[in-house]
């Protein structure tokens, strides 16, 4: 509740009493907010019934973001994404947890993969199409609330036997055992209608579930294989990740969200690096040296991360 709940709040004081004008403010919504409310799809209209402590947190800063937009004036607004995707998801997530399984059976590094509700049913995008939509909202002339999905419901078994089929298996179940301590007290299935960001934004997700999975199937097969996923490895190697700021057209002091591929590249060096330095718009980005040899993702340790400079 204190990051998801109040974060955003404090964020938003502190820009209204800074008074720096023209600072546009985006909130990262989920749809776990909807919880089981009924009818499938969901969308801006929707009730919220959240059913989780993180649900119920990100509601809380929803509406925080509403009460900014319409009290003070201020350019606040909201993408309420479902579930976006990549090859760099965390690997506690089903979807990574199944990709890399899937590629780790395939080189006889694991024999089973234990996961819990297969029945779960879930909105599934690729997460860079979802930050494209992201900046899109920052370019509107009027702070709003955007379904971002793809109007799609797959679920857990069906990404799992999409997965296992990439490598040639189809007998894929007698692969998968189930755990009743991974099933969720509540778990709803989510489906969300981005009609609006549609019409309004001019946004539409391009890559289908089946290219998703294999995408993410791929990639692990190649980081097993070679040691790097192959998605530009100065962003993935703490050793090349400099990220430099795009130069800012608008008036100093504005804050505006940089285009959709410095977005990527900066969430990913902050999720995945060792350490982060992002430079100053119109600054060179500082040298960095080149690695020998090919590159290797590094994990690093708990509590290790660290950013310098900006961030």
Known sequence: MKVNGRGPRNLLEAIRRSAIPNVKFYQASSSEMFGNVGALPYSETTPFHPQSPYAKAKLKAHRIIRMYREDHGMFAATGICFNHESPRRGENFVTRKISLAVARIASEQQAKLVLGNLDAQRDWGFAKEYVEAMWLILQQAEPDDFVISTGESHSVSEFAELAFSRIGISDWKSYVAQDRRLFRPVDPDLCGDSTRAREILGWKPTVGFEQLVNMMVDADLRMLSTGCHGLGCRFLCPRTAAVTAPPSRTSPGTVIAAPPLA???????????????????????????????????????????SRRGPS
């Open 263 to 305: 977005v990527v590249a900066a969430a990913t060096a902050s999720a995945s690096a060792g350490s982060l330095e992002l430079t100053a718009p119109g600054r060179p980005p500082p040298a960095v040296p080149r690695p020998r040899g090919r590159c290797r993702l590094i994990r690093p340790s708990p509590g290790s991360l």
